[in-house]
Every structure is written in C-alpha cells, then in structure tokens.
C-alpha cells in the first residue's frame, strides 16, 4: 500500500558534476511502468550471457523509453512510496522549459529518417525508390509523410514490412523528379496516438530528444 515507484540502482558510480560529490546511477520508474509485463530484468541476450558492456549480470530494459532509463548493472532494486528526484532522474536527463520548468525524458518521441538516397548522392533523372525508417516510444507507426521540396508539400509513403510497437517502421515510396537539379528531401512520420514528428528539435542544453526531420539533399542529373 502506498507504492509510487520503483527504484533501480546501477553497481556504476562517478562524479558527474566536476568537484561534486560520488554518486552511483539511480533512476526511478512509475509502479505501472515497472510493472508493465514489457518491462525486463535481463540476465542473458540473444541466448547468451548478458555481455559486461550491456549490463552483466542484470539490467533494466524499458522499452520504448530512452536508454538512461535501462539500468545497467543492477546493484538493487527498491520499492518507494515517494517520487524520486535523483540527479540522473531530476537533473541530468532533463529538458527544461521556456518558464525554468524541467521535464523529464520518458518515452522516445516519434521520429523517421531517410536511409536511401544518401545525402549529396547524384541520381539518375528516372524514378527512383526512397526509403527509409520510422519508430515512436509510444505507439506503432500510423503514416509516414515525403517531401521533395524542402517540407513544403507531403504525400503519403507506403509502410512495408512488420508494424509492430518498439520496432523500427520500414517505408519508401518511388520519386519521380519533375526535372533535373538539386532537391531536399525529407520525411516525417506519426504514430497511432496522433503524435507528430516537429519540423524542427526543441532545443535543449543537453542535446536530448532529436527527433526533427532530417532533410537529404541530392542532386538529379541532367
């Protein structure tokens, strides 16, 4: 009774703040995330022993969370009837708003990428096939959106492969270029809760949270 959290302690321990005090890695989750039957404590990976440089011989795995939430060489684990605001959970993963308010950072926010044509590639004036990935923390993939010229116009790209949640979207559409000259390619992607990707990254001072669309600029022969 009177559960909040849980907490996960890491064997891991430094000074993360220069001449500040010796902490080890403590993060905390919400008792519905915790004990969300997706949430693992993980003593081997593919079948094999969990390697030193993933965790051994425990860690947390969140899925659909970012990586600071996965704790690696699990040292303890404590239930808490309190919310927990250790350096790593209030502090460090964090990104503070406009009006000095911190948020923290759970789950990935939904985000896609072009992975074919490579950016400054030099394409033939033909059609061509544009692929690429999409993936989102909080639900599957419901569309992903091209764009030839810059973001101004969108049309739909065809989603392939598995739609499964915590796994990569594949997508690609054909391209057919109007004429020859330089093009910005771009996607964005939206997952089944409505959840847009941004133009643009919010900016914070740690660099979290990248998650803006990434233009591919290319060149079409003449």
């Not at 003593?43 to 690696?72: C, F, Q």
Request: with cysteine; glycine share 12%; net charge negative.
């Amino acid at each position: 009774p009177g559960a909040r959290q849980v907490l996960f302690e890491g064997a891991d321990s430094g000074t993360p703040v220069p001449g500040g005090p010796e902490m080890s890695y403590v993060r905390s989750l919400p008792m519905e995330v915790a004990m969300h039957p997706d949430t693992l404590v993980a003593y081997e990976m593919n079948g094999e022993e969990l390697p030193i440089e993933h965790g051994y011989p425990l860690r947390l795995v969140v899925p659909g969370w970012y990586g600071m939430a996965s704790v690696k060489w699990l040292s303890g684990i404590k239930v808490i009837d309190y919310e927990f605001e250790g350096f790593f959970q209030s502090d460090r993963y964090v990104i503070e708003n406009d009006d000095g308010v911190r948020e923290q950072i759970k789950e990935m926010s939904t985000k896609s990428l072009i992975s074919s044509p490579s950016g400054g590639e030099v394409l033939a004036n033909n059609p061509t096939c544009v692929a690429g990935m999409a993936w989102s923390g909080n639900a599957q993939i419901e569309n992903v959106e091209f764009s030839s010229d810059g973001g101004q116009t969108w049309e739909q790209a065809t989603l392939t492969g598995p739609s499964e949640r915590y796994a990569w979207q594949q997508w690609h559409m054909t391209w057919t270029p109007p004429a020859s000259g330089h093009y910005t390619l771009a996607c964005r992607a939206t997952d089944r809760l409505g959840n847009v990707q941004p133009i643009k990254t919010r900016w914070n001072a740690g660099g979290y949270v990248v998650n803006g669309v990434r233009p591919v600029c290319v060149t079409v022969a003449g």
